[in-house]
């Protein structure tokens, strides 16, 4: 019974293996399939509207190192000069210690996803030794670091050398863009052998022959030579890291001259500093953090639509963290904002910042799109074999702006030297957010860009308004074409802060300058024998030679019509006769 027993459980258990066991590998293979389509970079965009600058909206392209991939291959350059010592506490063993930390941490699978990360190992005292080439042998490294010993002089030149050397094998004959090359080099002293294996004091306080050797070989390692697939030399820069243990060299000249030499050795933002070499795990260690670079040559655009500009003052870029002291600046052209960084390391996040300010006669109103925003990187393309650029666009963003719809009339009025205006105002309810508060709108009117009319700004009341008036035009515009511009602002006031300016303009051109326009009556040429038979002819105007005034409406009465009166001070007649009666008659003409 027993082992029936037995074989039961042993058969539920292969039953639960056989039902489990291919969903598990689905599930695993299917993780693994989603990590590999990971994008190297997560994009990200926000639209804002300001809510202390009117008219202005703040945009964010955020871009977050999000999948490990690149090799990165690094040597250690060591310190192994008599000042380093040996034995426990010396910082020999400290430098030893550090470096199969960094060896630990830095081939891990979490540091290491391709497996294709690679450490080399260099030693120098008055000389240079390779202990290791490029490796990921992590227990032979461990071996051959361990069996590191002292020696004499400090040949930093020598030991930089010969990393390059290393790092230009490493990378000929690929064309691999993507792998990342690194120096971290160690000292605890001043440089004191040059080119030729000469000596230096090793008290100096001042640049010499020695230090610098060192400084000419870090520079040249900054970026490198390398002989690639083809034949082809391609440059590729190199991160040095530069690692000092103080211990020796006091507070002085000597300790400036060591960190001197040490500062334009390396290229990554600064000196990491160790007073007794204690301290050298956890500098490694963040120095291996530093090294998961996501992405190179980092392109970051963004476009606005014709509507907006780019105020030049208004770009900033800040980073989670930015341990080789990064400041890319924009570049503005037209409607484009630029940035170029170097690098972006594994979760760390950059946000590139640009305020876009919405044109005071923009035509936009409700919900609008910001879909050109774009990133590009160098990459390498595993199937082509080739270094390419990666394009990705950041995803679109919808943002609404509120409006006021405006119809403008202008004219001239009954008399030439008067300006009538009319303004309808309507509330355009296109946006849930943001939420209008209040709308203010003004006029003013223009002669040649010079304001000669300004009428004070009122608040709209309800969702649409008639705005009407009439003003006087100064005699010095009253000139046939002059174009009166009539522009009426609205300015929305935004709940919770924030405003938008919109103008709209029309231009009135003075067609009518305002002088009288006479027109007779037809047949007003009238005839008679005498002065009476004119007179009774011309109703309630007597024949007269000479000037009466009269008043405008009988004027209005003898002539056919007559425009612009507004301007006549009086109104006059004259008669005049030809001929004689009866022979050919009196005559009289308007």
Same mark, same amino acid.
């Not at 060591?78 to 000069?81: E, K, L, R, T, V």
């Not at 000929?172 to 691999?176: L, W």
């Given at each position: 019974?027993?082992?029936d027993?037995f074989?039961l459980?042993?058969?539920?258990k292969?039953?639960?293996?056989a039902?489990?066991l291919?969903?598990?590998l689905a599930?695993?293979a299917?993780?693994?399939d989603?990590?590999q389509n990971?994008?190297?970079l ?7 509207l300001?809510t ?9 392209l955020t871009?977050?190192g999000n999948k490990?991939d690149r090799p990165v291959?690094t040597?250690?350059v060591?310190?192994?000069?008599s000042?380093m010592g040996?034995g426990n506490?010396s910082?020999l ?5 550090a ?9 891990s ?5 391709s497996g294709?990360n690679k450490?080399?190992i260099?030693t120098?005292?008055a000389?240079a030794?390779i202990v290791s080439?490029?490796s990921?042998n992590?227990s032979?490294?461990?071996?051959k ?9 400090t ?6 050398k010969?990393?390059?050397e290393i790092l230009?094998g490493?990378l ?5 863009c993507d792998i990342?090359?690194n ?5 605890d002293?001043v440089?004191?052998?040059n080119a030729?294996g000469?000596k230096c004091d090793?008290?100096?306080?001042s ?10 070989e870090?520079?040249k390692?900054?970026?490198i030579?390398?002989e690639v ?7 590729r820069e ?7 243990i103080?211990k020796?060299?006091?507070n ?8 001197d030499?040490?500062?334009q050795?390396q290229?990554?933002?600064?000196i ?5 070499g204690q301290?050298?795990s ?9 090294m ?5 040559n980092?392109g970051t655009?963004?476009t606005? #639509?014709s509507d907006?500009t ?12 930015n341990?080789?002291?990064r400041n890319?600046?924009?570049?503005i052209?037209?409607g484009k904002?630029?940035w170029?960084?170097?690098e ?10 640009y ?5 005071e006669?923009a035509?936009l109103?409700g919900?609008?799109?910001?879909n050109?925003g774009k990133?590009s990187y160098?990459?390498?393309n595993?199937d082509?074999g080739t270094?390419?650029?990666d394009?990705k666009?950041?995803p679109?963003v ?6 006021v ?5 202008i004219e001239?009025?009954d008399c030439?030297?008067e ?5 309808i105002?309507t509330?355009?309810?296109?946006c849930?957010?943001?939420?209008i508060?209040t709308?203010?709108y003004?006029w003013?009117f223009?002669v ?9 700004e009122?608040q709209?009341?309800g969702?649409?308004?008639?705005s ?14 002059t174009?009166?511009?009539a522009v009426l602002?609205?300015t929305i006031?935004?709940q919770g802060?924030?405003?938008l300016t ?7 051109t003075?067609?009518d300058?305002?002088t009288p ?9 009238? #005839?008679?024998?005498?002065?009476d038979a004119?007179?009774?002819?011309l109703g309630n105007?007597?024949y007269?030679?000479t000037k009466k005034?009269?008043?405008? #409406?009988?004027f209005?009465?003898?002539v056919?019509s007559i425009?612009?009166t507004c301007f ?7 008669d005049?006769k030809t ?7 009196f005559?009289?003409?308007c």
């Open positions: 019974m027993e082992k027993y074989l459980v042993k058969f539920q292969f039953l639960l293996i039902l489990f291919p969903l598990l599930f695993t299917n993780r693994v989603a990590q990971e994008p190297l997560k994009l990200s965009k926000t639209v804002k300001s202390t600058e009117c008219n202005t909206y703040e945009v964010t871009a977050k490990l291959q040597v250690l060591i310190d192994n000069s000042s040996s506490g910082p063993e400290y430098a030893k210690q470096a199969i930390k960094f060896v630990e941490k830095f081939l699978p979490a540091s290491n996803p294709q450490v080399a260099v120098y005292d000389n030794e080439g490029m990921n992590k032979l490294l461990i071996t670091i361990g069996n590191i010993t002292k020696g004499s002089g040949n930093i030149g020598a030991g930089v010969k990393a390059r230009q490493a000929g004959g690929t064309a691999r990342v090359p120096v971290v080099l160690l000292t002293g440089a004191t052998r030729n000469e090793h008290h100096s306080t640049h010499n022959s020695c230090t610098r050797y060192a400084m000419e870090g520079k390692t900054h970026e030579d390398v697939a083809g034949g082809n030399q391609e440059k190199t991160y040095i890291y530069g690692v000092m103080t020796w060299l006091g002085g000249g000597e300790l400036a001259l060591a960190e030499t040490m500062e050795i290229n990554t933002g600064g990491h500093e160790s007073s007794t301290d050298l956890s500098i490694y260690e963040s120095i291996a953090e530093n998961k670079l996501i992405s190179k980092v655009e963004d606005v #639509e907006f780019i105020p030049s003052d208004g770009t900033s870029v800040t980073m989670s963290e341990p080789f002291n890319p600046q924009a570049t052209e037209g904002v630029k170029n960084l170097e972006i390391m594994y979760k760390q996040t950059v946000n590139f910042t305020k876009m300010k919405l044109k006669d035509n109103c919900e609008q799109h910001s050109k990133s160098d990459t390498y595993e082509a270094c390419e650029r394009n666009d950041f679109n919808i943002f609404c702006i509120p409006c719809t405006k119809n403008i009339e001239q009025g030439a030297n300006i009538k205006y009319k303004g105002l509330e355009n309810n296109a849930k957010d943001p939420l508060e709308i203010n003004k003013d223009f040649d860009g010079n304001n000669i009319k300004n009428i004070p009122t709209l009341t969702t649409s308004e008639v009407e008036g009439k003003f006087d035009l100064d005699n010095q515009y009253l000139v046939k074409g174009e009166v511009k602002t609205t006031n935004l802060g924030g405003c919109n103008k709209k303009e029309k231009i009135f003075i067609s300058t305002g326009v006479l027109t007779c009556k037809s047949g007003a040429t009238l #005839e008679g024998c005498g002065t004119l007179t009774n002819q105007l007597p007269s030679e005034t009269i008043t405008e #409406e009988q209005k009465s003898a056919e425009s612009n006549i001070d009086k109104y006059e007649y004259k005049s001929g004689t009666c009866p022979i050919a008659g005559y009289a003409s």
